[in-house]
């Protein structure tokens, strides 16, 4: 038997030979000088084994490997010794026409392509054995991959014993694989409960430690957590959390801090948490919905996949897409939106517009080095994928690297930032650097093109690989505007030589200075009649003296007055804003199909009430702190003309107003869930 070792640039670093012995042979070899694994540089070394009898050559065999280290150390992870911040995508391993299986590795190998064109780093392989050609292109082309072991429902015996069967079959199977740097046992508790069982916990700690035995070469994730489950012992300290944007927007944003400032929050509060402290923060999982043009997934025969008619029995059916264009049609989606490319469109420029937000708030967390979207691919009805299932790109496909990349700059302003014309306009701009480059006396370059503005904001002397930093402020007074507009804070950060690293963008409303109110006179009362009275509205006492009546109420009052012929904006504040009986109904979205955070949807808003201003059909993040936290039930398609701003969700289910005009008596009234009461203070 002969053995040889062959480096990546193709010389002979080993050969050897020896008698075959019975039990098997085992070379130990020291190759210096090793050339490291890395995703750059996915350098491999070959190793090959032939047999020999006195007639010559009976068999041989080959595969790869290399070398590379990976560790998790006071809250940073190590690739070879390096700062790495994971920049990975939940990869669900699903196939469009073959399910779990590759259809060929032309597929597996142009994947991995544009994961690596969309500036991710690593593929969490999510509960399946992957592939050998999965690993096979990770290996070649420079891709990390996170493995996990499949799951069960219940904890038995024989779960337990197949369980860890599998993993040590996995480890065993896919050692040589540099591209794999974590295992995990279990996600999400799923077929043990770790909330409420000792043992369960237990057997999860023990096959934690476990594992690390059979492969301490890599890291090892005990549970991958989400509420109400938690860590136990972990190489990784790692969380999934979805929240719908804009809408809650704020709830990601207190959750992110108070996680980076208390590490241990995620783990058990049993008194079993192993912690050494300074285990690495990871979200792995997050991630907002984009609907994809199911064009690309029709077959030869012009039909839909299968799992169209799937999803009816989840939440009310809202993730089953079988007649979402007609639903779009029905909801006269079209009058908003123009083509129903144009709406696809939209949906998935929302989903960017989400991940942005959240990606960047990340990244101002120094104690935050990683994250994993969900999802790399859509899977059947779920669509946040950053591909759909047939591997197409979404609308933002150009643009993702801005934001999912090793050194980005960003502000610390709101996604899109409000302001009149001569307001004080400040920001202070943040640099994450985790790539090898120099970034030392690096500068960010800033412009808003469209006025003139600009400069330039010098970077600290020394940034280290890993450091997040605060570089400076923007400063700039809003320019005279006769007209609302959009525009665009642009910022590039460049080395000490002025090469470009990174270009990012954040958009302003601009407004004119505030106008003066029409001669129209309001009839409001109470706290919300002296708030209108504060921004300069006329407001009278008699409902007689005036054209429109605003309130928070609908009441004895404003009933009678409206069916004899009055005009009623309700600004409603809550679930009782319409009392019992009438065909409306206000209902609260937190706790409801329409809370959003799981099968996410989108706010839309008819031209009418969009005229001459510089908003988009979609409610996007213009509307920070007035995404309506109610909705109004009792509109159908037949009446869609007078949902003037609405709210769909999943698959455009269950679609709702969250403004909406209706006849009453003589008179008319017009309802809308927007906060604009709390706004007008």
Request: glycine fraction near 10%.
């Amino acid at each position: 038997m002969t053995c040889n070792v062959t480096s990546p640039d193709g010389h002979d670093t080993y050969h050897t030979s020896a008698a075959v012995h019975p039990d098997g042979n085992t070379f130990d070899m020291e190759i210096p000088d090793a050339q490291l694994w890395d995703v750059d540089s996915p350098r491999l070394y070959k190793t090959g084994v032939k047999l020999h009898d006195v007639n010559g050559q009976v068999d041989a065999a080959g595969d790869t490997f290399g070398f590379r280290s990976i560790d998790a150390e006071d809250g940073a992870l190590l690739l070879n010794g390096r700062p790495l911040y994971l920049l990975g995508a939940l990869d669900q391993d699903y196939y469009l026409g073959s399910i779990y299986t590759p259809p060929s590795d032309d597929l597996l190998r142009e994947q991995i392509l544009k994961a690596k064109e969309l500036g991710l780093n690593l593929l969490r392989c999510h509960i399946k054995v992957p592939d050998p050609r999965y690993l096979y292109w990770a290996d070649r082309l420079g891709l990390l991959v996170w493995t996990e072991l499949p799951n069960w429902n219940t904890l038995t015996e024989e779960a337990k014993r197949r369980g860890r069967e599998t993993l040590a079959g996995l480890i065993e199977r896919d050692f040589n694989h540099p591209s794999i740097i974590i295992w995990t046992v279990i996600n999400e508790a799923w077929g043990v409960d770790i909330p409420n069982d000792q043992e369960h916990r237990q057997w999860t700690g023990e096959t934690y430690r476990w594992a690390k035995t059979l492969d301490p070469t890599r890291l090892v994730v005990d549970n991958s957590a989400c509420p109400p489950n938690f860590h136990l012992e972990s190489d990784i300290n790692d969380y999934h959390l979805y929240k719908a944007m804009p809408d809650h927007q704020g709830e990601w944003v207190a959750w992110t801090s108070t996680w980076a400032a208390h590490p241990e929050s995620t783990y058990s509060l049993h008194g079993d948490a192993v912690r050494r402290g300074g285990e690495p923060m990871v979200l792995s999982e997050f991630g907002n919905w984009g609907l994809p043009d199911h064009a690309n997934l029709v077959d030869e025969r012009g039909e839909h996949p299968w799992w169209f008619d799937t999803g009816r029995e989840r939440s009310g059916g809202i993730v089953e897409p079988r007649g979402v264009e007609d639903r779009w049609l029905e909801w006269g989606m079209d009058e908003v939106f123009g083509s129903y490319e144009d709406f696809i469109s939209h949906s998935q420029d929302a989903q960017f517009d989400g991940m942005k937000f959240e990606i960047e708030d990340m990244r101002r967390h120094q104690a935050i080095v990683g994250y994993v979207i969900t999802e790399f691919t859509d899977l059947h009805w779920e669509c946040n994928g950053l591909l759909d299932m047939a591997r197409m790109p979404k609308s933002y496909h150009h643009r993702l690297k801005e934001i999912n990349e090793l050194d980005v700059t960003f502000a610390l302003c709101p996604p899109v930032h409000r302001l009149r014309s001569g307001e004080h306009f400040s920001t202070q701009v943040v640099v994450s650097h985790y790539s090898h480059l120099n970034l030392d006396d690096c500068r960010v370059r800033w412009t808003v093109p469209d006025f003139g503005l600009g400069g330039a904001l010098d970077g600290p002397r020394n940034l280290a690989a890993g450091q997040v930093a605060e570089i400076g402020s923007v400063d700039f007074g809003a320019p005279p505007v006769g007209a609302p507009v959009r525009a665009c804070l642009h910022l590039w950060l460049e080395d000490r030589w002025g090469r470009s690293i990174n270009h990012n963008s954040h958009e302003l409303l601009l407004w004119p200075e505030r106008p003066e109110p029409g001669p129209a006179r309001l009839w409001a009362r109470g706290s919300l009649g002296q708030a209108l009275e504060g921004i300069g509205w006329s407001v009278e006492d008699d409902p007689d003296a005036v054209g429109i009546a605003v309130t928070q109420t609908w009441d004895d009052d404003v009933d009678r007055w409206v069916r004899a012929g009055g005009r009623a904006l309700l600004l409603a504040g809550g679930e009782d804003a319409l009392p019992a009986g009438l065909a409306l109904r206000v209902q609260r979205r937190t706790g409801s199909m329409w809370e959003g955070d799981w099968a996410q949807g989108m706010g839309w808003l008819r031209p009418a009430l969009t005229e001459g201003l510089p908003l988009r059909p979609r409610m996007d993040f213009s509307f920070s702190g007035l995404t309506p936290e109610e909705i109004v039930l009792g509109y159908a398609p037949a009446d869609h003309r007078d949902v003037l701003a609405g709210f769909y969700v999943g698959w455009v289910r269950s679609t709702v107003a969250t403004v909406g005009a209706f006849s009453h008596g003589s008179g008319a009234g017009m309802i809308c869930t927007l906060p604009l009461a709390k706004a007008c203070g």
